[in-house]
């Protein structure tokens, strides 16, 4: 007897490489996924879908990338996929077993307006291995978004996801950021502050102007190219004036992501072995992306 679908909800997996989106793809889809490439690039698009007590939920596997900044194709694809509203929901997978470093994605997201759930993934490898404990009830509290440990290989904890995200496509939760833009605002010469008050109030398209924002600070030209086209040329040349005077706006703005990432993890994470753990300057210093 065939299943009758009554609505498709579509679900964007979110995550660094190694982070496990792979893996939940093939799992979630199995063989019922396409892969072709995204229109005019030759960077891979996987989708697929899974059938659920009668409701067929479309899933697309994002490429792997270590932020949401405009430096390749891939960041620049996923991004504007999930501000182009095409997703219900964004599934943010982390690696459990480097959670602080993996976590940057989820403070790179932070701005974007589209609901979110957290899935902690590799906790097998946290806890058994590393001896790891991580409260994912107090991550939650904090994010203001749904929060599960996860392991992705292992096919048995598939209805916790399938409950999560029923749950976030009702509640349609966004990831709480005032901590983080609070941090933006203690840039020099209050220039975040002076760049947010020239934003659209309502943001582009699912770009809150919060993230609009920090990404000029970043000096995102894609972002900048875009700013240009919806403000006035008074503004512009205020906007353009005040992001001058800023040196380096991408190391500060990610200083103040790992900050606050140290502040979510505090009394989230414990774990038994007590290596050192590096600041976040050091952190910057070894990125994959600002280490550069």
């Known amino acids: 007897m065939n299943t009758t679908v009554i609505k498709q909800p579509t679900i964007a997996l979110l995550g660094q490489p190694n982070s496990g989106k792979s893996t939940l793809f093939n799992g979630l889809t199995g063989a019922r996924q396409r892969v072709g490439n995204w229109p005019g690039k030759t960077v891979e698009k996987k989708e697929g879908h899974y059938d ?3 409701i067929r939920y479309h899933v697309t596997d994002l490429p792997g990338t270590y932020s949401l ?8 694809i996923t991004r504007d996929y999930i501000a ?16 602080s470093r993996s976590l940057f994605m989820l403070a790179d997201y932070a701005g974007i307006q589209c609901p979110a759930v957290l899935l902690l993934n590799l906790m097998d490898v946290a806890e058994e291995e590393q001896g790891k404990k991580i409260d994912a009830h107090k991550l939650q509290e904090k994010l203001g978004i749904p929060v599960i440990p996860f392991v992705a290989a292992d096919l048995g904890q598939y209805n916790a996801f399938y409950s999560i995200v029923d749950q976030a496509l009702e509640e349609k939760k966004l990831l709480n950021i005032d901590s983080l833009t609070e941090k933006y605002s203690l840039i020099e010469n209050g220039a975040y502050n002076k760049v947010l008050a020239l934003m ?3 943001g582009i398209d699912n770009y809150s102007p919060s993230w609009l924002a920090a990404k000029l600070i970043e000096g995102d ?4 190219t875009k700013i240009k086209n919806v403000v006035s040329k008074d503004e ?25 990432i140290d502040e979510l993890l505090r009394d989230a994470l414990v774990q038994k072995d007590k290596k050192p753990i590096l600041s976040k300057f050091d ?9 550069k």
């Open 52 to 54: 659920k007590n009668g």
């Open 69 to 76: 900044s405009a430096n390749s194709e891939e960041e620049i």
């Open 84 to 99: 182009s509203g095409q997703a219900d929901i964004v599934c943010i997978l982390v690696d459990s077993s480097q959670l």
């Open 200 to 202: 659209p109030k309502e």
């Open 221 to 224: 030209s894609a972002v900048h």
């Open 236 to 260: 512009f040349q205020d906007l353009s004036k005040i992001l001058s005077s800023v040196e380096n706006g991408a190391l500060e703005t990610a200083g103040y992501k790992f900050q606050w």
């Open 283 to 291: 952190r910057i210093a070894t990125h994959r992306k600002w280490g």
